[in-house]
């Protein structure tokens, strides 16, 4: 296992968590650089499908492997949340809790909540409609010769963008025209540097942690630096030598022991999408406690939400996350039944 990269998963997680913590208790968030974390999400995400896809994979089964990974647990805490809106409505005030709105949120469509905005019923979703794109479009270059396949991704989602520049207001081209669809592109680059001869060479002869440094600095930096280019596309290439520089060192230097913040980043998909959830609840069980004569301080609200989003996370990925997974690979790898001969 590449310990570094499960460890970026765990700052990207609790970097969303604290930017979400900040934004929900001020109403607005000065640290929006945290926000970066579904940034470094989608470059990881790149990266991990084009290095752990095995050459003989098909597209079914990479589908297959994907629902499982994804679907459970994301459609469990959906409905959720759904029931928590039916008892308190200004939990999740700007959730649509109308059929159709569950029914695109289920199925990773983009649709307006009642603001107005792409978000779906459970809001951390809206991450996983770009995720669940590209998988689909990862499992179309699947059916491409191995050599075509990662230029073939990229290619399906650079021209799928260009389409949409051309679709003005329609909801569909603002969605998958967004410059941060890249980003998996980025991952799957890096992934494929990484298999080159003169790069692993280059990794074993050079410490990496300083490249880390390096890159974790101009992720802080860049908006301030590049204000007149879209918010994503100033942490791109940060966001792509960070995930060289701890896969490197995972593969060609000193491995990263397995930790505490590793099992986090085990479980930071559970993570990712409960805090909001629980964000919410601390906020009724107080309200509820104090019939609404108490609001909690920032930090303690932060450390309870983090805490819990941790034990929380855990707890799910242990007992639901992970068996929920197996039991849909084998729903669909289930050998079909041979009728006996009479």
């Known amino acids: 296992m590449l310990n570094n990269i499960q460890n970026l998963r765990a700052l990207a997680a609790y970097a969303v968590v604290i930017h979400h913590c900040v934004e929900g208790y001020f109403g607005y968030t ?13 470059v990881i995400s790149g990266f991990v499908m084009v ?15 994907r629902i499982a990974r994804i679907v459970p647990l994301y459609w469990a805490m959906t409905l959720f949340v759904v029931a928590i809106t039916m008892v308190r409505p200004w939990g999740f005030s700007a959730s649509d809790i109308a059929p ?4 695109a949120t289920l199925f990773f469509v983009p649709y307006p909540n009642l603001n107005g905005d792409s978000i779906p019923i459970l809001p951390p979703g809206w991450t996983l409609n770009y995720e669940m794109y590209f998988y689909v479009l990862f499992a179309l270059s699947l059916a491409l010769p191995r050599r075509f396949r990662v230029a073939g991704v990229i290619a399906f989602l650079a021209a799928i963008w260009v389409l949409c520049q051309f679709g003005g207001a329609n909801r569909f081209a603002q969605h998958y025209g967004n410059a941060i669809v890249f980003e998996f592109a980025v991952g799957c680059i890096v992934a494929c540097v990484l298999r080159l001869p003169a790069v692993a060479a280059f990794a074993r002869a050079t410490p990496m942690w300083p490249i880390a440094v390096a890159a ?16 994503r596309l100033r942490t791109i290439l940060p966001f ?20 505490l913040v590793t099992r986090l980043g085990d479980a ?32 303690p609200f932060l450390g309870m939400v983090c805490v819990s989003t941790a034990v929380l996370s855990l707890i799910l990925a242990q007992v639901f996350e992970r068996p929920s997974a197996s039991f849909v ?9 041979i009728a006996a001969h009479p």
């Open 216 to 231: 974790l600095a101009a992720v802080a930096v860049a908006p301030f630096v590049f204000q007149d280019f879209a918010l």
């Open 100 to 103: 159709e709105s569950i029914f």
């Open 268 to 299: 930071s998909y559970s993570a990712y999408l409960a805090h909001t959830v629980i964000m919410a609840l601390i906020g009724m069980g107080v309200g509820v406690l104090t019939k609404g004569a108490m609001e909690l301080q920032f930090w």
């Open 30 to 42: 000065y640290l929006y650089v945290l926000s970066g974390g579904v940034d470094l999400f989608f």
């Open 329 to 337: 690979r084998k729903l669909f790898n289930r050998p079909p039944k």
């Open 51 to 65: 290095f752990t896809t095995k050459s003989n994979e098909t597209p079914f089964g990479f589908t297959v492997k």
């Open 240 to 259: 792509g030598v960070l995930v060289f520089a701890a896969a490197a060192q995972d593969l060609y230097r000193t491995p990263a022991r397995e930790t």
